[in-house]
């Protein structure tokens, strides 16, 4: 999961990029990058800053002075392929050929092992990281060469070349690309895993502005105007004089977005192919009360309390089904990370009691039923279970907006080895004792997609691997979770030596 962003303007694009990577935060918050073309009106330089940390502290006002241009695109960052610890992994990638390309890329490729050799036996492309971001970059380059042989990179030409790259790759993906003296490109998996969106403002002197980026808020907050998601499957190009063309460039796509987009991931004032966030998680709610009632009776629960944030719709339409008092137990430190997106499980468990303190008069004598969207690894519910019982709760049940995450996911969340996931492999009740709470109800995993897929009709289904273990794609084994596996592992072995490292010379307490 990362956050993206691309704009065309006849303004300086930098400060909108900026405000616009301030919305999509919460898709990353590992690392940071802006690049920009021109000054020149053909955009033919590029310029580039990209650094580990979040968006205020990446960028400087000496950092965005370096940032000219009305050309750009910018990225925040959430490692799940690669290195989750290198800065040369931070997007923006470039490549010089053909034409110069600068790319960032939302999504996780499944087939980027064997790619990469390809690329290096016949394309005849090198790379430097363990990025699938650099690896599509270089397909993509090698694909435009392949279009434009002879000829001008036209629409028509690029659209050849992005039909290629579907063809070529697996996984998921959507993807903003500068193409230095020719304009800006984007486009989406055939299977529309991962979102993305057009929008458009107009300027003072009647000229039109383009953005996509990978959610509706991105575009709402910057004064855009919503036009519409790009479909599965789909590019669009638009040229430097603000002309928009668009092909669908995938054989049989198909309508499939990641369901956790709706349970976790998105802003929920975002809306994502037709279907409001908010009411998909307001719909949970009502579904998940059935599960409820058949689990604990009503009359055992005396208060329903929401772990911030994403949960709150959720609990809210609980509560009301239940006919419960909805109150605020927990009180959110805005100052602290996500703890789901921090890549270490350590620095998870740790953040649990920065990041939520219990207003212990909500809890004490009562009868609690604790609301959140979801349980991946069970470390931070197992530690707000704790907490609610030294606020003196008489009991503390626990539901979850989302049904039991039992599978790695290999599309862009950080799901990616079984044994991080507390019910692998484990039954309801043995998990509801790891956690420590009198009761534990799951969503239904039948009921959540009719749930939210009742809000658009046009939906063939939902990407929803964690939870079914269905991986649409269908080129995934057991080898690709192992390297996988591997590879995080070796990403936090360095870490940790950094650590030490700095350490030893004074910069950190480890």
């Known amino acids: 999961m990362c956050g993206i962003v691309g704009v065309i303007s006849k303004a300086p694009v930098n400060q909108l990029i900026y405000d616009a990577l301030l919305l999509l935060q919460h898709r990353g918050q590992d690392a940071a990058g802006i690049v920009t073309a021109g000054p020149d009106h053909r955009g033919t330089k590029f310029f580039m800053h990209k650094a580990r940390g979040m968006v205020r502290d990446v960028f400087r006002t000496r950092n965005m002075r370096a940032l000219p241009g009305q050309i750009g695109l910018g990225q925040v960052r959430y490692p799940t392929a690669g290195n989750a610890y290198s800065e040369e992994e931070a997007q923006p990638f470039y490549v010089n ?21 390809e690329l290096f ?23 435009l060469e392949s279009a434009a042989r002879d000829q001008a990179l036209t629409p028509a030409v ?10 070529r790759i697996k996984g998921s993906y959507a993807v903003v690309c500068l193409i230095a003296g020719h304009g800006l490109l984007a486009f989406r998996d055939p299977y529309g895993i991962r979102p993305l969106c057009l929008g458009e403002a107009m300027l003072p002197d009647g000229s039109r502005e383009l953005m996509v980026a990978s959610e509706s808020v991105a575009l709402e907050g910057t004064g855009h105007q919503f036009v519409r998601d790009v479909q599965p499957g789909e590019a669009i190009f638009i040229d430097y004089e603000g002309a928009l063309h668009a092909s669908q460039c995938a054989a049989k796509p198909t309508l499939n977005p990641c369901i956790f987009e709706f349970v976790y991931l998105a802003r929920p004032d975002s809306v994502i192919d037709g279907i409001s966030v908010y009411q998909a998680r307001l719909n949970m709610g009502e579904t998940l009360a059935q599960r409820v009632i058949s689990t604990v009776p009503p009359t055992e629960i005396d208060v329903v309390i929401p772990i911030p944030e994403s949960s709150r719709p959720s609990a809210m339409q609980l509560a009301q089904r239940l006919g419960k008092p909805y109150r605020e137990g927990f009180v959110k430190n805005r100052y602290v990370g996500r703890t789901f997106i921090m890549p270490g499980q350590g620095q998870r468990k740790k953040s649990v009691r920065q990041k939520l303190n219990a207003i212990g008069s909500e809890f004490k004598g009562r009868r609690v039923l604790l609301v959140d969207d979801s349980i991946v690894r069970g470390t931070t519910s197992r530690e707000i279970v704790q907490m609610a019982r030294e606020a003196g709760a008489a009991k503390v049940y626990l539901a979850s907006a989302a049904p039991p995450v039992r599978h790695p996911n290999v599309y862009g969340i950080d799901m990616p080895t079984k044994t ?11 998990v509801r004792d790891y956690i420590g709470c009198d009761a534990l109800i799951y969503q239904d995993l039948a009921a959540m997609k009719k749930a939210v897929g009742l809000l658009q009709p046009a939906l063939a289904g939902f990407e929803a691997s964690c939870f079914d273990g269905v991986y649409i794609t269908g080129d995934v084994s057991s080898e690709d979770f192992d390297a996988i596996s591997k590879q995080r592992s070796l990403g936090f072995e360095e870490e940790e030596d950094n650590r030490q490292r700095l350490a030893l010379q004074g910069g950190v307490e480890v």
Do not use: Q, Y
């Open 158 to 167: 690029i659209f050849d070349a992005v039909a290629a790259v579907h063809k």
């Open 121 to 143: 036996a016949i394309d005849r492309r090198h790379l430097n990281t363990e990025s699938d971001t650099e690896v599509l970059i270089n397909v993509l380059a090698h694909e």
């Open 97 to 117: 050929a053909p034409f110069g390309l600068v790319l960032v890329h939302n999504g996780n490729l499944t087939n980027a092992h064997a790619l990469k050799g």
């Open 420 to 430: 991080e996931l507390i019910a692998h492999g484990r039954s309801s009740d043995e």
